[in-house]
């Protein structure tokens, strides 16, 4: 009877923990993920645990809160600009249509459609200034926490799997260890291996905006490598703005670059290259690794496309552990 009212205490008390800590999920499970990226650059220091994980927090967080908070700060500036300058982006546009030989009727609908498009920005951003303002609070404190929670997880993450082993009946130990093993060595090649795909993505930006002599390349290259890390992002959020920006040069330019972007850079990684090289680095089908990125991040935002991936990667190395062991079981059977 007490064992069993202990147990009812113990969930109702890790209930109580989950419920406090859901709002800042999204930073524990990023946190959580940036550890993993992390850990081989940490495998690879010999400077004690506490330096080599702070040096490997530091190397990985740097440059993504860099990007991203950059980013925020230009497309604010933009946004700005759009709203101040309206007469010289007017100007620009009836260029830009009169050169394409868009019809009188369709140009002067556009033109005036655009004072209404500013005053329901405008409008949509003095009702939601509260909502927006606790959105922004509650975006950078989840990055804060994430830093803090990938820093703590590589420094005493190897600990408190040792802690939980101690406790356990010694004939569960060794299986246990073996298959925690595994699960990390998963989980390391999956997201160290997103991150690699992300560079990647960046990298394979560069030449594309070098041929539509986009300005900023370094700055824009570094924004895709960020679009492609974390689905808050996406590279559709970089490729609109610069087609955007094309437009007022050449209504045909821009529709090539946005035409090129969403294959190159958007279809083309994000449906086959992704899930093929994520697959083949952490041995899952790379099936299940597309369904499991878009089905996350459908039903839990951040935190599900991070959090689906995971679960799909820990049956994976749980499948692999077990029929691996039957396999070897049967074999030595029959010798």
């Known amino acids: 009877m007490k064992k069993k009212l202990f147990l009812v205490i113990l969930f109702l008390l890790v209930l109580f923990v989950f419920y406090y800590f859901s ?6 499970v990023m946190g959580i ?10 495998n690879r220091l010999r400077l004690g645990n506490l330096v080599s994980s702070a040096i490997s927090t530091m ?3 740097l440059p993504i809160s860099f990007l991203m908070f950059y980013g925020i700060f230009q497309g604010l500036n933009q946004l700005i600009y759009i709203l101040t300058h309206q007469k010289e982006l007017i100007s620009s546009l009836i260029r830009v249509m009169k050169s394409a030989n868009i019809p009188e009727n369709y140009s002067n609908y556009i033109i005036s459609s655009i004072p209404y ?14 909502d927006v303002t606790i959105k922004t609070v509650t975006f950078f404190m989840n990055f804060l926490i994430s830093a803090i929670v990938c820093f703590y997880a590589l420094c005493d993450g190897d600990r408190l799997v040792k802690a939980i082993l101690s406790v356990l009946p010694e004939e569960y130990t060794e299986d246990l260890e073996k298959l925690l093993k595994e699960i990390d060595e998963t989980l390391i090649s999956l997201w160290f291996g997103n991150f690699a795909f992300a560079i990647f993505v960046g990298l394979l930006s560069i030449p594309y905006f070098m041929v539509f002599d986009v300005p900023y ?6 924004l895709m490598f960020l679009a492609a890390l974390i689905p808050i992002f996406a590279e559709w959020m970089v490729i609109l703005p610069v087609a955007a920006f094309l437009a007022t040069k050449s209504i045909i330019l821009s529709a090539w670059f946005l035409l090129t972007g969403i294959i190159l850079l958007y279809i083309l990684p994000e449906l086959f ?3 093929h090289f994520l697959g083949y680095a952490s041995k899952i089908h790379p099936l299940l690794i597309l369904l499991s990125f878009i089905g996350g991040a459908m039903a839990g935002g951040a935190a599900g496309f991070f959090i689906a991936p995971t679960l799909v990667a820990v049956l994976t190395a749980v499948y692999t552990h077990y029929t691996g062991k039957n396999l070897a079981a049967k074999v030595k059977q029959k010798t």
Do not use: D, M
């Open 23 to 28: 709002p800042l999920i999204n930073g524990i």
């Open 273 to 275: 290259l992704r899930p």
């Open 33 to 42: 993920v940036f550890a993993y990226v992390a850990k081989p650059i940490k």
């Open 59 to 61: 190397t990985i967080l």
């Open 217 to 222: 390349i370094p700055i824009l290259s570094g």
């Open 117 to 130: 498009f500013e005053t329901y920005i405008r409008n949509y951003l003095k009702v939601s200034a509260l």
